[in-house]
């Protein structure tokens, strides 16, 4: 790679992430937000099943990446020394992730979750507002909400017997006003609350749960029994994982990045045929290649609605064989692509976290990732 290349590749490496929050507030700024922030799911199988489990995936890719691209004919120490100081980087960033998102020690939530509960954050039970309906901010959207009221009521009911009379009151009107919630068919049809009598219900459910619950110290807890972690500086963990993720995967990509992309320029046509297969089994234009002959109608059809489909399949799954087990860059690329998109997301997701908890997110992770990274620059000669 040459010192201009590499000096770019430098470039990009730190910018790619900052500017990437940027640009995500510059979207909000010019009215462009609303749009991306209606695509937005918590609980979409993206969220959950990549983005929350990115470490993973992040691993798993990159590692691969790593080994496959690893073989330097002749030079079998320089490429163990490769592998030993990835090794090195990895189990850095790892540890990293677990202690900032994942928890410190048994019975220590993570840092994210340390820095919230220290500035005065609390696992809250805002059930009701004023006028007695849910409170909108309390679990913000229908199907927590329902969770989370089901998961309450039966805590309450689980453990509310035998109280002395006024708690015993308190539990009635709290169970009334769950049931009632679970049931309303028009939401906001008037109630007759008060906000005290709100304020007493809210304050009876927060101190069941905790007595019943407890420690909600973590963010994980607090969500899994049904409670709205606000009031401290909570760090935006999706921040801190994407960034933490994409500076892994570049950083990486500067070690095999050239080796990837030479073998992958020199399997151009192979891929190109492969690709091609994939859109050539058409019906219609299978059914032109089968057109002159003596072919019956029914031999046709055949030929032209039934192989196709399994032609392309056969393509895809050889394309797919390709690229995983000979060109896993592509995926490498592909997961970089995604876990930048979900950053801009969370950056233009104003509703979930402020500012300056998005940029103690990105810079618990940008500042490690760099001093990983800045010392090891010299031996990050590409292969
Ligand atoms: C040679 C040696 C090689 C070694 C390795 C070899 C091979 C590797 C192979 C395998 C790997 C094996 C071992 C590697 C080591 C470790 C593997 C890692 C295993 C895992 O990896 S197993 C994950 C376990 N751990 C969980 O499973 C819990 C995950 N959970 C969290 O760790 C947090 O959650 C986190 C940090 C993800 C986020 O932290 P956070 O919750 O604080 O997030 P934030 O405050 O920013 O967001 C506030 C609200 O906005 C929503 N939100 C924001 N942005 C959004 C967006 N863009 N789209 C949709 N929703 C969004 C959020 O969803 C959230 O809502 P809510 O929290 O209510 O869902």
């Given at each position: 790679m040459t010192k201009m290349s590499s000096k770019c590749f430098n470039a990009i490496h730190l910018l790619i992430c900052p500017l990437t929050v940027l640009l995500g507030y510059l979207i909000n700024a010019y009215g462009y937000g609303a749009a991306l922030q209606a695509t937005?799911?918590?609980?979409g199988l993206v969220n959950a099943?990549?983005?929350?489990k990115g470490w993973f995936w992040t691993s798993l890719v990159g590692w691969w990446c790593i080994i496959r691209y690893r073989a330097v004919p002749g030079a079998a120490g320089r490429d163990r020394r490769h592998i030993a100081r990835s090794f090195k980087r990895y189990a850095i960033l790892t540890l990293w992730w677990y202690l900032f998102t994942?928890?410190?020690?048994?019975?220590v939530g993570p840092i994210m979750d340390l820095v919230f509960v220290y500035t005065g954050g609390h696992c809250h039970?805002?059930?009701?507002d004023g006028t007695g309906?849910?409170?909108?901010?309390?679990?913000?959207s229908v199907t927590r909400t329902h969770r989370a009221l089901t998961l309450i009521q039966n805590v309450l009911t689980l453990h509310?017997?035998?109280?002395e009379h006024h708690q015993q009151q308190l539990w009635d009107r709290s169970i009334g006003s769950i049931k009632d919630a679970l049931h309303a068919?028009?939401?906001?049809a008037p109630k007759n609350a008060t906000l005290s009598a709100a304020a007493a219900i809210n304050t009876f459910i927060h101190d069941q749960m905790h007595r019943?619950?407890?420690?909600?110290?973590?963010s994980a807890q607090c969500r899994r029994f049904g409670g709205h972690w606000a009031g401290g500086h909570d760090p935006s963990g999706h921040v801190f994982l994407a960034t933490l993720m994409c500076m892994f995967l570049l950083g990486e990509l500067r070690v095999f990045g050239r080796r990837a992309l030479a073998h992958l320029y020199a399997q151009k046509w192979l891929l190109l045929r492969l690709v091609t297969r994939l859109f050539d089994t058409g019906p219609i234009w299978t059914w032109r290649r089968c057109g002159?002959?003596?072919?019956?109608c029914g031999a046709r059809l055949w030929r032209a609605l039934v192989e196709p489909p399994a032609a392309c399949a056969a393509a895809l799954l050889r394309l797919t064989q390709c690229i995983a087990c000979d060109h896993p860059v592509v995926i490498l690329v592909a997961l970089l692509v995604t876990w930048l998109w979900q950053l801009l997301l969370t950056a233009v997701a104003s509703r979930f976290h402020t500012v300056r908890e998005h940029i103690s997110g990105l810079l618990a992770a940008y500042i490690v990732t760099g001093v990983v990274y800045a010392r090891d620059a010299a031996a990050l000669r590409p292969l």
């Open positions: 937005l799911n918590k609980d099943m990549f983005v929350k994942q928890g410190i020690w048994f019975g039970y805002d059930v009701f309906h849910v409170n909108k901010h309390f679990q913000g509310g017997q035998h109280q068919t028009d939401a906001s019943w619950q407890g420690p909600l110290t973590t002159g002959g003596s072919m019956s």
